[in-house]
């Protein structure tokens, strides 16, 4: 069964800095998208970052210079360098993992970690 957990969210003061992980128990994981949502109170989820299998990346334009994501295949895990937090960036925070096969998505979610910024 596939499980992706993400962890390192929490409380913090505006300016300040997270990390996420999210640690995926998938078979092949270095050939599936990586990717990192959020979704704040009344508001639709969002794509933040994403990581392609060969490692190229992508980011929303709110968070572009402030937010890194990174992949360590050996260890199936992706992460989310969050730097110069702004309340705006509060919301729960989720990890996906994306392939196509036989031309149909496949997706995979975690649980989703909160990340809350406090001016």
């Known amino acids: 069964q596939v499980q992706l957990v993400e962890s390192g969210g929490g409380l913090v003061q505006a300016g300040g800095s997270l990390i996420l992980s999210c640690a995926a128990s998938?078979?092949?994981?270095?050939?599936?998208?990586m990717h990192w949502y959020r979704q704040a109170p009344g508001k639709q989820r969002e794509l933040v970052a994403g990581i392609s299998s060969g490692g190229s990346t992508n980011y929303a334009d709110s968070v572009k210079d402030r937010f890194t994501i990174s992949r360590d295949n050996a260890k199936k895990t992706v992460y989310l360098q969050m730097n110069s937090l702004k309340p705006e960036d509060t919301a729960v925070y989720y990890c996906?993992?994306?392939?196509?096969?036989?031309?149909?998505?496949?997706?995979?979610w975690g649980q989703g970690t909160q990340v809350t910024v406090f001016s």
């Open positions: 996906n993992a994306h392939r196509t096969i036989w031309s149909r998505p496949q997706d995979y």
């Open positions: 998938i078979s092949a994981f270095n050939i599936y998208a």
